[in-house]
């Protein structure tokens, strides 16, 4: 694991690297965008982020829990990327105070009651984009984005399979992470 | 597909988005890091690259075939990154220019040629990250980047499953992508 | 694709051979049980059980549609089976007429209709298992399946990658079958 | 696990019921069947095999091991199957005595010294069968397979993810097997 990641405190369960790097590769996260990220957790997924957003952009992320959301700020902290990255101890439902955001990702298991202020502040073209451990979460949620007119671009599921290379011989590990959640795009 | 991507022109087969998002994420790619990557191919993963290490850092993609540096430089200007990602038509095999590089990137068939080159150019604590389709290119990699004190941090596997989402019900879709290539990273 | 298998004519979507090899194991199919199966579709899934439980057991097929129960009857005789496998042109949930079922395997849309009968035909230990291509069906049938009693043993998919093995490599298909159903193992 | 594999003693590691499945239905395994299965292990797999294909067929598995052939022939018992299945305590590299062998199923480390026995014992149209953990060990056999004028059929890996189905949700398991062997097909 790379430096930048390996000195956070652990808390809630985090959003893992892999699910990280699909949700940058996918929106095509870049150098000044805007992100809306909520729930923090451990600021793990607002963190990746916002190493990539620096330094003209920006990653706000909401976290209703006052424990959660200290240990995401901390964490922010510890990665230096305060500047980058503000934690808000606030609900996401009640309203997101940000404009034109080209990047919006929740990670929370009812984010159908996010979908009308994630609409009203993403820019035209901007990604909404879920974390959801279940089938009923996902398929719900993609229901309720294309009602208010988001496109679904797709839902994936990233699996990764790590390989035990040995002398003795190649093969893949016999156990390892079957699954961690499924990711849905959407596009205003 | 993010717009920075949907534009560039196809050529030789490039590496996919998911797997350039797991580079990515697996190695902590950072604004300002120095990157060498090689062969450019379409240049897509230089300019994925590119996108996050801009505007302190810089990709130098090395490709030794004419006709594939062309169109990789061709689609780094289509990016709008020419100031952030040069293609330079030459042999990685015959050395790299650059010094104190953060992370390499080898996407050919007989990388093993690289490395001694590769170790020379890599800072402490860089990352060397090869590419390759068959399990036989894989460990012979492995192998010889350990033999040069490369520590391999893990080889992988990603696959991407899309799921179908119907208002008649959620499965993945029967057919898909089962396989694009193993990614190793190694440390110095 | 072995020889019994290989001469049936194709009408509706069979069931795979591999999700055929994990229901006879997964129910430990043996020689001398008596199986309903339901809908018969091509007849595949009767066959190849049929070929199992051959010469003491027996399978019978219900198929409510008249033209898939045809084929059905004609793959039988094709494969040499017509003394073990009998395909019924009747709709499952109207009744079954058999008693003391080792093995139930409900290959349609809506299963939930056939539990009552299900386990009223199944005798005291004895599997049901259901086919659904998507996961609310699954959810639906699991539910529904453990208000009457039966117990959830599991409920899997089953990924067959085929593997290219050749002079210059050995690696993973490009493309192949990512999804065909979920399997449900149910015991009275 | 259906009654007649749970009561077994479990030894040295088992095929899993997965592959075993996976192995009768790529093979078309049907009573009758004359099958030769090296080496013995805890006799998992020639248990499997043996229910299926009496009672006019016989399964003779060979193992060079003492131990694990007491083991063998103590579980062949506890499953009622004595009358079906030998365990021989032999090597199978000094030949096999069985001729006109419909499947003969290789589980060891170099099934390669096997290949001239089991090509002498196969029939006409029968099938070889390699169980195998690691890349180098299936595309040796493959190569020797081909050497000797045996058709590869195909290799494949099979994966079995579980399904959590609960009232909260539907969702893969977090964690599960990734990888037992590969298991490649062949025919004489």
Not at 1 to 30: C, N, W
Not at 94 to 108: A, H, P, Q, S
Not at 125 to 139: A, C
Request: proline share 4%.
């Amino acid at each position: 694991m790379p430096e930048i990641f390996r000195k956070l405190s652990r808390g809630p369960q985090i959003v893992t690297l892999k699910d990280a790097g699909i949700i940058a590769a996918y929106t095509g996260l870049s150098p000044g965008d805007l992100v809306v990220d909520a729930g923090s957790g451990s600021g793990f997924l607002a963190i990746f982020m916002g190493n990539i957003v620096r330094p003209e952009g920006r990653v706000v992320s909401y976290e209703v829990r006052e424990d959660f959301s200290k240990i995401a700020a901390r964490n922010v902290k510890k990665a230096g990327l305060e500047k980058y990255v503000e934690v808000k101890k606030r609900d996401i439902f009640k309203g997101i105070g940000e404009k034109d955001v080209d990047v919006i990702t929740l990670d929370m298991p009812e984010p159908w009651h996010a979908i009308d202020h994630a609409f009203a502040a993403l820019k035209k073209g901007g990604y909404l984009v879920s974390y959801l451990p279940t089938t009923e979460q996902m398929s719900r949620f993609v229901r309720a984005c294309r009602n208010k007119g988001l496109k679904h671009e797709r839902s994936v599921e990233c699996i990764v399979r790590e390989m035990d290379v040995k002398e003795t011989g190649t093969r893949p590990e016999t156990k390892g992470i079957m699954h961690t959640a499924y990711l849905s795009f959407f596009r205003k």
